[in-house]
Nanobody, 127 residues
Framework: QLLLVESGGGSVQPGESLRLSCTEATAFPLDYYSIGWFRQAPGKEREGVSCISDNEMLTDYSDSVKGRFTVSRDKTQNMVYLHINNLKPEDTAVYYC???????????????????WGQGAQVTVSS
C-alpha cells in the first residue's frame, strides 16, 4: 500500500508561483506508478488538473490550468511535482496526488483509476 504525501502548499498572492511535491512516506519507489493531481475547492467537487505516466511520456492538463501548471517527476528523488505559475484566486483548493494500485502506463484525470491518495496540501491564493 502506498502512503502518498503532498507538500509545498501555502498562502500566496495572485501571480505568484508554487511547487507542490508528492512522494511516498515509506520511501517505496514511485517509479512505476502513473500519478494524477487533483484539487478540491471549498464547496466544489474534486477535479483532476494534471497527470503524468510512469514513463513520463504522457502528461495532460485540464483546460483551466493549461499553460500555467507543469507536471514532472524526479525518480532519483522519488518525487512527482506540480509546478504552478501565475496563481489565481480560483486556484485556491486542497491539492491531492493519487496513484493506481497497479503498474499502468496511463495519464488520466478522472478519479476512477486511482486507489491511493495523499492527505492533500492547501493552496490559498488571495491578495
Amino acid at each position: 500500500q502506498l502512503l502518498l504525501v503532498e507538500s509545498g502548499g501555502g498562502s500566496v498572492q495572485p501571480g505568484e508561483s508554487l511547487r507542490l511535491s508528492c512522494t511516498e512516506a515509506t520511501a517505496f519507489p514511485l517509479d512505476y506508478y502513473s500519478i494524477g493531481w487533483f484539487r478540491q475547492a471549498p464547496g466544489k467537487e474534486r477535479e483532476g488538473v494534471s497527470c503524468i505516466s510512469d514513463n513520463e511520456m504522457l502528461t495532460d492538463y485540464s483546460d483551466s490550468v493549461k499553460g500555467r501548471f507543469t507536471v514532472s517527476r524526479d525518480k532519483t528523488q522519488n518525487m512527482v511535482y506540480l509546478h504552478i505559475n501565475n496563481l489565481k484566486p480560483e486556484d485556491t483548493a486542497v491539492y491531492y496526488c493519487a496513484a493506481p494500485n497497479s503498474f499502468k502506463t496511463m495519464c488520466v484525470m478522472s478519479e476512477s483509476p486511482y486507489d491511493y491518495w495523499g492527505q492533500g496540501a492547501q493552496v490559498t491564493v488571495s491578495s
